[in-house]
């Protein structure tokens, strides 16, 4: 059985903000097996130097600061001996060309309801798009397994670069009825346009906004209730500058 994960479900990612907490465990993690990544077959690691092997990279979809990390190991009581040991943590900004970030260990999971994870490797704020982890040892098991791992990002919006001095993000996602566009730019004369695709790519929707001084946040005239629950695309463009993403019509 090999469960490999290239997603962005199991990524949490948290913006600067004060940190609440209203229970006395607040990142408590499941002691299911199915909150998990299991490998049990290795495969083509992304990063060629190391061969074949078991693996996990997560897509973040766009290019972010990262900084600290935790890590919940596998918590499922049965197999906390599947838990990641030892591994190496690799980023990279085109999922070709990877850097190294070190090699770390895990401690194992307790297989309570109550585990609460470690804290894990500090990326000082490199800028990346993809992370990759590559066990080297378990704790006896045959397979490798990890539950989650989250990783502090710092806004990408504070990340705007004089050359394309453009950003977008669309939200929430998934969405039921609207869909908004968070937008900075430099540029705030030339206007930024959109179209809005289903996966066979055909066009729903497109439009143009005009930039507003002093305001990011642009609501869509999209009414998302007329439109099938599944997966779309969004294309946002000012001038050469472009961004693309995925978004989810929910019920």
């Known amino acids: 059985m090999m469960k490999k994960l290239y997603t962005h479900i199991l990524i949490t990612f948290i913006f600067i903000s004060p940190a609440i907490s209203a229970q006395c465990y607040p990142d408590r993690h499941s002691t299911s097996w199915y909150d998990s990544w299991i490998s049990c077959e290795t495969s083509p690691n992304p990063n060629s130097a190391y061969g074949q092997t078991h693996w996990i990279m997560y897509d973040f979809g766009y290019e972010y600061e990262l900084r600290e990390s935790k890590f919940w190991n596998a918590n499922e009581p049965k197999n906390l001996n599947y838990g990641i040991n030892d591994y190496n943590l690799d980023y990279s900004l085109d999922g070709v060309s990877w850097t190294n970030l070190g090699a770390f260990n895990m401690t194992q999971a307790t297989g309570s309801s109550t585990y609460e994870g470690e804290e894990g490797p500090d990326f000082n704020y490199t800028k990346a798009r993809y992370v990759l982890i590559t066990p080297t040892s378990n704790f006896g098991g045959d397979c490798y397994s990890l539950s989650e791992m989250k990783v502090n990002i710092t806004d990408p919006f504070d990340l705007i670069a004089e050359e394309n001095g453009f950003n977008a993000l669309a939200y929430p996602n998934p969405f039921v009825n609207s869909i ?34 002093d305001t990011e946040i642009y609501e869509l005239p999209i009414h998302g209730n007329a439109l099938s629950v599944g997966m779309y695309i969004i294309n946002v463009e000012q001038n050469k500058n472009k961004r693309a993403f995925k978004i989810i019509k929910s019920k």
Do not use: F
């Not at 930024?192 to 497109?206: C, E, F, Q, T």
């Open 180 to 213: 908004n566009l968070r937008i900075s730019s430099i540029d705030q004369t030339s206007p930024v346009n959109y179209a809005l695709y289903d996966m066979l790519g055909r066009p729903i929707s497109s439009g143009s906004i005009t930039i507003v001084e």
